[in-house]
């Protein structure tokens, strides 16, 4: 087991330690915020690594308005058989070599990361028998570093501290409200992701909208179980991703959105009357039928754009 | 044991699972795989688990993948022993 763990201690203390001297000059080298932006700076590096695959899943999401009709087709061939439908579907994104789903890997690589940092950060705050504060180095967190770490702060909190671990007020404060945003996140992520990003879909997605509900009070209660446990620096990771998860999905919503979600519609719409703007300034003059007054041209082109004015308006 | 396990995968499938968009590359999904996987071979299900996991990664192309072939007639009981989705 040590075979596998102490290198992902190496690398999770060494990314850290990397950073925080770093930062040093600018915020100092006891300072608090320099041990939480260390950690931040580890979710930084894991996530822009794992940039390449969401890029990949794209991709494959977006080669998929070649195979609509396809999809149309089975959907419609396996109306009352979810089962099958699903079978068939699958079977298509396989001959296609195209596969829109994600895969559980991008979670999964990010918890030996995960564990590793959890570890290193407990290995801080141990403790003796008697109560006597003996801070175990892991990798590359010892010496001067560890004696540092073991005494930052994260608004007033120490990093190494849990809720469960911890008398102090302060950790207790902290730690709720990092569960909270940890929750707050999650949640937004989900729904925008459910609003504005995925295609209108039927009754299914009714379903999904009640299981949402359920997921608002039940993923909060997961988290403060789990959260308790956790030191003041896990969950400042655990926070971070979470936030670069939901800057990541926005960013593709707004700039790159799934054909057919109402995102995609929104954009294609913007596109449009953005071009109407341009035509109007290459020719100096305004060529844009719905600005042109039907008595002034009185021809059918003029006269057929007219109902769309009205309907926007 | 193997209904125990099977008991907290089903509680993942009716409670964390659904909160998530679909992710899984293969039909049936990792958990249903894990499932009937385990129910039927034990310990050796579970290692059979772990390997389709692994299998479920961004370079592979997913497909259909059952861990025990369904039998037009067992199809039912397979329903409600492992669950859908």
Redesign the interface.
Known sequence: MGAILNPLYSFVSGVIVLIHKALTPIFGFDSGVTWALSIVGLVVLIRIILIP?FV??IKSQRALTALQPHMKAIQNKYKDD??KQ??E???L??EH???P??????I?AQAPIFFALFTVLNGIAAKTDAGVSAPIARGFLKGEYLESAAQATFFGAKISQSFLGSTDTTVKIVTVILIFIMSATTFTT?RQ?MVKG?PKMDASNNM?LQ??K??LY??PV?FAVSGVNFPVGVLIYWSTTNFWTWGQQFYVIKRNPTPGSPAYEELERKRKEKNKEENRDQSGTVIDPENTEPGQTGDVKGQRKQPKKKKKK | MRRLIVAFINLYQK??S??????????PS?SSYAASAISHYGLRGVLMSIWR?MR???W?????DYAVQPAKTFKNIEKTSVG?N
Do not use: D
């Open positions: 695959l990949k899943q979810r089962q699903s079978e579907m699958m079977k994104y396989k070599k195209t596969n789903l994600a895969s559980c890997f991008p999964i989900q992701l995925m999904m299981q949402q359920i997921m039940l993923f997961i | 409670w964390i659904p909160a998530f968009p679909a992710r899984c590359k293969y039909y990792c996991l479920c990664n961004p592979s192309h997913g497909g259909v859908v």
